[in-house]
């Protein structure tokens, strides 16, 4: 168990819906990374957050966003669902001294209808 | 964005025996990882490797790593069935942004 929880664990939506997703970290890291990983593949970095602001993105478009909380929690937002959005969607925490060296949660499978 | 590949895509083999998947990247890197991951669940963190280091042991698992050919070998010794998993390779690919670059992984199933 790395300490990192997601939440919620399974999620149906329809498309054109909104979703948040819950991510808390390890305790000790200060840095927040998500990543989208389709069935089969291997994770995308979606964004990484560190000092409640956005440290870095990959190729996502701006319907996804993040937060983070001053506890380091974080969430992930995605607006108008599409069906490719359908995915896993795993959070990783990290410190930012060894900010690459991430730990992951259980991910929230999530599926769009 | 680039991606890593793992070799191979898929291995079996018999409990007891030793696996070994291998990593290919693009790009230099300061250092690369392997992560775990059972019947998609979240990542286990299995070991980093940094890109001075030539060879890394933890427990059955053994990593090296060749900066001259861009390549990572991840070897399980003595195979247990509780190792099936999908394996994958990450690295920072050694850019200023901090997102780590994965493969497709390697599907990896010991039977008894």
């Known amino acids: 168990e790395t300490g990192v929880t997601q939440s919620p664990t399974h999620l149906i939506k329809t498309r054109g819906q909104q979703v948040t997703l819950r991510c808390s970290s390890q305790?000790?890291?200060?840095?927040v990374s998500w990543y989208q990983q389709a069935l089969g593949q291997g994770p995308q970095f979606i964004f990484q957050y560190y000092r409640e602001e956005e440290n870095g993105r990959g190729n996502f478009p701006p319907r996804f966003s993040g937060l983070q909380f001053p506890n380091y929690s974080s969430e992930l937002n995605v607006n108008a669902l599409e069906l490719d959005d359908s995915a896993l969607y795993l959070c990783?925490?990290?410190?930012?001294?060894?900010?690459?060296?991430?730990?992951f949660g259980p991910g929230t499978r999530l599926t769009v209808l | 964005s680039q991606q890593g590949e793992e070799d191979p895509q898929a291995l079996s083999i018999q409990e007891g025996e030793n696996a070994t998947m291998n990593c290919s990247y693009k790009?230099?890197?300061?250092?690369l990882q392997w992560y775990r991951q059972n019947s998609g669940r979240g990542l286990v963190h299995l070991i980093l490797?940094?890109?001075?280091?030539r060879e890394k042991h933890s427990g059955r698992l053994r990593v090296t790593l060749d900066t001259s050919k861009k390549s990572s070998s991840l070897l399980i010794t003595a195979s247990r069935a509780a190792d099936t998993a999908s394996y994958f390779c990450a690295t920072d690919e050694n850019q200023a942004g901090t997102a780590l670059i994965f493969g497709k992984g390697t599907t990896l199933s010991v039977s008894s």
């Open positions: 490797i940094r890109s001075n280091e």
């Open positions: 305790s000790g890291h200060n840095t």
């Open positions: 990783a925490s990290s410190h930012r001294t060894s900010i690459h060296e991430q730990f």
């Open positions: 790009t230099s890197i300061n250092n």
